[in-house]
Each structure stands twice: as C-alpha cells, then as structure tokens.
C-alpha cells in the first residue's frame, strides 16, 4: 500500500492509505464530520513519512474527525457507504521540511497550485460500527 496525503477541502477529505491509484478517480470521495470524545487528549509520538520526507510527529490521540466514503452526485452508485472509513487525529511536527514546497494538483474541481504549509491532521484507515 501506498500512503497518499490527505487534503480537506468543505469537509470532503480525498483520500488516504489505498492502493496506489492510476489516477484520482480510482479513490473514492470521503465526507468528513467533527466528532467529540470523552477520551483525554494525550500525545505519542509517530515516526511518519510521506512524500516530504520522515519527520517525528505528536499525534494527539483524540479523534478529531470522522470520514466516510461518499458517493458523490450519483457518480460512484456501487460505492460500499460501509467501507472502512478514515478517522483524523491532530498532528504537529518538530520540523517541517515540506512547509513552502510548490505543488500542482488536478481532480474533478480542477487544477490549481498549491503552496505546502504545516501538516495538521493524520488520518488512518478504521473499522465504523454505527451505534443506535
């Protein structure tokens, strides 16, 4: 599996930990909802590497969103809605060797550029089961 970097755009977050695509569509869209916890806000520390680089990061386990897979304007009909979801908790890096990167990015929004900053959020791939 590949890891590939998540982005939040009016709560819809693409993607996150899939295969590796042959192009953007092969990911499903996923619509992300604030969550809260009773769980205490404690931090560990995460070796994480993406396409940046390796960085030591505090995630603050504590969820703090909740994405599910969504099928959206009827594109994806077939989408499992019960697939594994992703779950986002805060992240902050002592150092931040991507902060001022340029990038290009194209999806069915278009294509824009974009100037890297500090990552804020992990998201990791989870089992949901919906309580009543």
Same mark, same amino acid.
């Given at each position: ?19 590796? =695509? ?6 499903? &869209?996923?619509? +992300? #909802?604030? !969550? $809260? ?39 994806? =009909? ?6 594994? &979801?992703?779950? +986002? #908790?805060? !992240? $902050? ?40």
């Amino acid at each position: 599996m590949k890891a590939i970097a998540i982005a939040t755009l009016a709560g819809v977050c693409l993607t996150a930990a899939m295969p590796a =695509p042959s192009v953007a569509a092969d990911l499903p &869209h996923f619509q +992300c #909802y604030t !969550v $809260t916890t009773d769980l205490p806000a404690n931090a560990k520390r995460h070796k994480l590497r993406d396409q940046f680089g390796s960085e030591s990061a505090s995630v603050t386990l504590r969820p703090r969103l909740l994405c599910a897979p969504t099928d959206k304007d009827g594109e994806d =009909p077939k989408l499992d809605v019960n697939a594994l &979801h992703l779950v +986002c #908790y805060s !992240v $902050t890096e002592q150092e931040n060797k991507a902060k001022g990167t340029k990038v290009v990015i194209s999806n069915q929004f278009g294509s824009t550029k974009l100037t890297v900053g500090d990552p804020t959020i992990l998201c990791v791939p989870t089992k949901k089961k919906r309580l009543q």
